[in-house]
């Protein structure tokens, strides 16, 4: 339970100056849970920055209420909504509306709205937090943020180099019954175009414990999860903020 990884300080990331609060944007796609972390670190005075909005790729995400209930901003940015009208076999146009959707998202991040335009009220995020954001973050949501100074972390429920991709606490659980691996975790990493591929910022080990349900292990993971979640930005934040 330790922050194993060196940061070092040629990051490439840009600097805030230190008595400024950073604009954090949290990305969700379900419950919200580690969004929930976020919110109360905050309100208790735990997080070294401020969530300014909630963006969700569901309609139907509780996490939405989470936000509300502290009275965050939300917006929806939803990929079946890019869908409408074609049907799966249309690969080469589901690809396209794929693809306008990501720079639609990059847009909605950096000037929050769509179409690009300059809005004064609108308060750019310093850094974005996946908790639990669903859906892969593409070089074309990735260079724009870049290019606009604005850091992207992720959260996911699984070690660093194991498990990339969805349903990742399951394979870890399976993968530990069959007596395949004896350790599971989390990490807090950096967002680069490799799917939950990118240098770690946190990393917590759990045990894989023979005979436990899924259920149980995946309790113990979501409990690390709203630890590291408040952690990992908070490490991030620092970094941004130290000279
Ligand atoms: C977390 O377990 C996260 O690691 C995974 O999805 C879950 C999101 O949970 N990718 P929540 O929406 O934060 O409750």
Redesign the pocket.
């Known amino acids: 339970m330790q922050n194993r990884v060196k940061l070092s300080t040629s990051s490439n990331y840009p600097l805030i100056p230190p008595n400024n609060m950073a604009n954090i944007t949290v990305l969700?796609?379900?419950?919200?849970?580690?969004?929930?972390a976020l919110l109360e670190a905050e309100r208790s005075g735990n997080l070294g920055g401020k969530i300014t909005q909630v963006i969700s790729s569901s309609e139907a995400?509780y996490?939405l209420t989470r936000a509300a209930n502290f009275g965050v901003p939300t917006k929806t940015h939803v990929l079946k909504n890019y869908y409408k009208g074609t049907t799966k076999d249309q690969v080469d146009v589901r690809k396209q509306k794929r693809e306008l959707f990501n720079q639609d998202l990059a847009r909605l991040l950096i000037y929050g709205n769509i179409e690009g335009n300059q809005d004064a009220t609108y308060t750019k995020p310093d850094l974005i937090v996946c908790?639990?954001w669903?859906l892969i973050i593409s070089p074309s949501v990735l260079t724009p943020l870049e290019n606009a100074g604005i850091s992207i972390i992720n959260?996911?429920?699984a070690l660093p180099g194991a498990f990339e991709g969805t349903h990742?606490?399951d394979r870890a659980w399976k993968a530990g019954q069959d007596g395949e691996i004896t350790k599971g975790g989390?990490m807090i990493h950096k967002v680069i175009a490799e799917v939950d591929r990118g240098e770690p910022v946190l990393v917590k080990e759990l045990d894989l414990i023979k005979g436990e349900t899924l259920e149980d292990y995946e309790t113990r993971?979501?409990a690390a999860?709203h630890k590291a979640i408040v952690e990992g930005t908070n490490i991030v934040l620092k970094e941004l903020k130290s000279s």
């Open positions: 969700i796609s379900g419950s919200g849970s580690n969004l929930q995400a996490g908790a639990g669903m959260l996911h429920p990742a606490i989390l993971v979501h999860e």
